[in-house]
């Protein structure tokens, strides 16, 4: 008993540390960071990931009312069109909006802040200075129908449980007398609920397909998941036939691990 809630215990917080993990390094979390204009320093943080049904409000506080922005975006960027733009409004904080897309439709952006400052010399002069945000490159924002939240929530669970699941089974290798099978098959039976019922789901309110993984696309995501349950499910058929059962365990926890180790929506 005290063996099987130390597991448990360590599947959780493996588990929790792939969250977060996942939570840090997602392509879709907003892009952060700062630059230096005119002295000071300017933080920022403009989303990647915007529902298709508003528009996506672009925000950057300047701390400075003399400074003005210009936001620019443009669709087809890999073909190197030119970029719209709109003047930003309000003083110190300048806000704008991004037009909505449809569904995986991506755009990208920036924002170009600029400012006029007068000499004080006997003749006075006007420089007019100017910086891209961000200074690196723009940024790439995908946009999505809305999904409800409880088919989100639902997902979100039965994912992470299939991995915490995963991690236990592979830890029940070191039980006097092992239950694999039935972990496995608990597994199994989380990874197709969670990967592919409410995946579908997420997929159809997203973006209006079913499945975008192999054979129809080369989504990442999709084919993370059809991996992730072909390696379960081949582990739990040779589980149930007693072939080697602690190995194929083991085996197909490793794949749960780097298919986690993957960025959601990448």
Request: hydrophobic share 50%; proline share 6%; charged share 15%.
């Amino acid at each position: 008993m005290k063996k099987s809630i130390l597991f448990w215990s360590i599947a959780f917080i493996i588990t929790v540390v792939f969250a977060v993990f996942q939570k840090m390094i997602g392509p879709s979390n907003p892009k952060a960071g700062s630059v230096i204009f005119d002295g000071k320093t300017i933080s920022y943080k403009f989303e990647r990931s915007h529902s298709s049904s508003s528009n996506c409000p672009v925000e950057i506080n300047t701390g400075d009312p003399a400074i003005e922005g210009t936001l620019k975006w443009r669709s087809n960027y890999k073909d190197l069109d030119p970029f719209d733009s709109v003047q930003m409004s309000g003083k110190d904080i300048l806000r704008a909006e991004l037009p909505a897309q449809a569904p995986r439709k991506k755009l990208q952006y920036y924002v170009e802040l600029s400012k006029v400052n007068s000499t004080s010399t006997m003749v006075p002069l006007t420089l007019s200075i100017s910086t891209m945000v961000p200074a690196e490159a723009p940024v790439i924002i995908s946009f999505k129908g809305d999904v409800p939240l409880i088919i989100l929530l639902l997902h979100i669970f039965a994912m992470f449980y299939a991995m915490m699941l995963s991690t236990r089974t592979a830890l029940e290798i070191f039980q006097e007398r092992p239950k694999i099978k039935s972990l496995a098959l608990s597994t199994v039976i989380f990874l197709f609920v969670g990967g592919f019922v409410l995946g579908f789901l997420i997929n159809y309110f997203a973006y209006n397909q079913i499945w975008t993984g192999v054979p129809f696309g080369n989504d990442i995501t999709s084919n993370k998941t059809l991996i992730a349950f072909a390696g379960w499910g081949l582990a739990y058929y040779m589980i149930k036939k007693d072939a080697a059962p602690k190995l194929f365990a083991v085996l197909a926890a490793l794949i749960m691990f780097i298919v986690y180790s993957i960025p959601h929506s990448v």
